[in-house]
T-cell receptor
Framework: DTEVTQTPKHLVMGMTNKKSLKCEQH?????MYWYKQKAKKPPELMFV???????INESVPSRFSPECPNSSLLNLHLHALQPEDSALYLC????????????FGQGTRLTVV | QQQVKQSPQSLIVQKGGISIINCAYE??????FPWYQQFPGKGPALLIA?????SEKKEGRFTISFNKSAKQFSLHIMDSQPGDSATYFC????????????FGKGTKLTVNP
């Protein structure tokens, strides 16, 4: 199984809502990532978890809050987002933070209204 | 110095033709160069990757050419097919891993039947 599964696939939320994005992998990978991708742009790294600990936060606003409950799961909690936060949010995993191939999920298409 | 410059921005090729996408980098500490393929509404998927100790790597119809002295690398798609129509991202990272991938801006490839 080389899949990274993200739910939901689509999400529409108001600026006062609280929602969560979920990511799961069963490849035994020990590093997991959140990326944000705007239309016609490359993915931008947001957070890296290595061995369930946050190792990189790319100066992401606090309205985005990551959580790694265990080595297979990664969540992104969303609160008080702005319309400009609308994007495709991608989860990825690698075997270890210095290992090679990154496997990406299909993403969650988020629209903030 | 962290940038990866990718060209062209878009490319139209006839079926059976050769598609060529080029990338250039400045940071000589980069030592892992993957190419990702992304279809609309999907996450990026690793296509092929190369390390600086080889000048060329071929997998099926896809070939990476790497010029360490020029700090350039390119993707060649031989016998391009309509199913290859997608956005292609080159990327680079340090220390042999995918922890902090620096992506190029992407090339939208269209292969006409």
């Amino acid at each position: 199984d080389t899949e990274v599964t993200q739910t939901p696939k689509h999400l529409v939320m108001g600026m006062t809502n609280k929602k969560s994005l979920k990511c799961e992998q069963h490849m035994g990978h020990r590093a997991m990532y959140w990326y944000k991708q705007k239309a016609k742009k490359p993915p931008e790294l947001m957070f890296v978890y290595s061995y369930e600990k946050l190792s990189i936060n790319e100066s992401v606003p606090s309205r985005f809050s990551p959580e790694c409950p265990n080595s297979s799961l990664l969540n992104l909690h969303l609160h008080a987002l702005q319309p400009e936060d609308s994007a495709l949010y991608l989860c990825a995993s690698t075997a270890g933070h210095r290992n090679t191939e990154a496997f990406f999920g299909q993403g969650t298409r988020l629209t903030v209204v | 110095q962290q940038q990866v410059k990718q060209s062209p921005q878009s490319l139209i090729v006839q079926k059976g033709g050769i598609s060529i996408i080029n990338c250039a980098y400045e940071n000589t500490a980069f030592d892992y160069f993957p190419w990702y393929q992304q279809f609309p509404g999907k996450g990026p998927a690793l296509l092929i990757a190369i390390r600086p100790d080889v000048s060329e790597k071929k997998e099926g119809r896809f070939t990476i050419s790497f010029n360490k002295s020029a700090k350039q690398f390119s993707l060649h798609i031989m016998d391009s097919q309509p199913g290859d129509s997608a956005t292609y991202f080159c990327a680079a990272s340090m220390q042999g891993g995918s922890e902090k991938l620096v992506f190029g801006k992407g090339t939208k490839l269209t292969v006409n039947p």
